[in-house]
T-cell receptor, first 113, second 118 residues
Framework: DSGVTQTPKHLITATGQRVTLRCSPRSGDLSVYWYQQSLDQGLQFLIQYYNGEERAKGNILERFSAQQFPDLHSELNLSSLELGDSALYFC????????????FGPGTRLLVL | AQTVTQSQPEMSVQEAETVTLSCTYDTSESDYYLFWYKQPPSRQMILVIRQEAYKQQNATENRFSVNFQKAAKSFSLKISDSQLGDAAMYFCAYRTLYSGGSNYKLTFGKGTLLTVNP
């Protein structure tokens, strides 16, 4: 158990819908990273937050957005969902933005029908 | 941009034997971190081992060790005394050491699926 929690574990929804994925980092960690794992794209970095502020963006679609709240939990919002958004979404956390190791949560498996 | 290549999509090993998974990377940076993560069927991403590029000594964690060749940009993982629980997808990952833009993302390879035969 990494100490990073993600909810829900599974999510099934329809095209065009909007969903919210939630992540709670390890106790004391200030930095949160979101990654997407899909069969065709592999593991890709989406976005990073540090202590409530966005620090870096990767291959994140405009239909996707995220935020980190004062209690340090983070949410990833996916809207206007398409079949191709079906993937495993991971949250990872680290103490500082440059801390060596990122610890991953169990992931949220999203299936868009 | 950095890239990570794992040229072995699948590998197999007999229980109690040793197996080596390959990883090469491309970067213009001199300081960085390299990682091996394990993803078992549960899909959880588990850190196996970490190597700092500025350290010459190869990292070791129990049965897991790396062969880090900085000049060749090679970072292989050796698993000794393989166990059934080692069966998983293994990902090699790269992370910059210093980022002026504060982007400390992990860049992953495509993964190697390791099967352990009893």
């Amino acid at each position: 158990d990494s100490g990073v929690t993600q909810t829900p574990k599974h999510l099934i929804t329809a095209t065009g819908q909007r969903v919210t994925l939630r992540c709670s980092p390890r106790s004391g960690d200030l930095s949160v990273y979101w990654y997407q794992q899909s069969l065709d794209q592999g593991l890709q970095f989406l976005i990073q937050y540090y202590n409530g502020e966005e620090r870096a963006k990767g291959n994140i679609l405009e239909r996707f957005s995220a935020q980190q709240f004062p209690d340090l939990h983070s949410e990833l919002n996916l809207s206007s969902l398409e079949l191709g958004d079906s993937a495993l979404y991971f949250c990872a956390s680290s103490y500082r933005t440059g801390a060596e190791t990122q610890y991953f949560g169990p992931g949220t498996r999203l299936l868009v029908l | 941009a950095q890239t990570v290549t794992q040229s072995q999509p699948e590998m197999s090993v007999q229980e109690a034997e040793t197996v080596t998974l390959s990883c090469t990377y491309d970067t213009s940076e001199s300081d960085y971190y390299l990682f091996w993560y394990k993803q078992p069927p549960s899909r959880q991403m588990i850190l196996v081992i970490r190597q700092e590029a500025y350290k010459q000594q190869n990292a070791t964690e129990n049965r897991f060790s790396v062969n880090f060749q900085k000049a060749a940009k090679s970072f292989s993982l050796k698993i000794s005394d393989s166990q059934l629980g080692d069966a998983a997808m293994y990902f090699c990952a790269y992370r910059t050491l210093y980022s002026g833009g504060s982007n400390y993302k992990l860049t992953f390879g495509k993964g190697t699926l390791l099967t352990v035969n009893p």
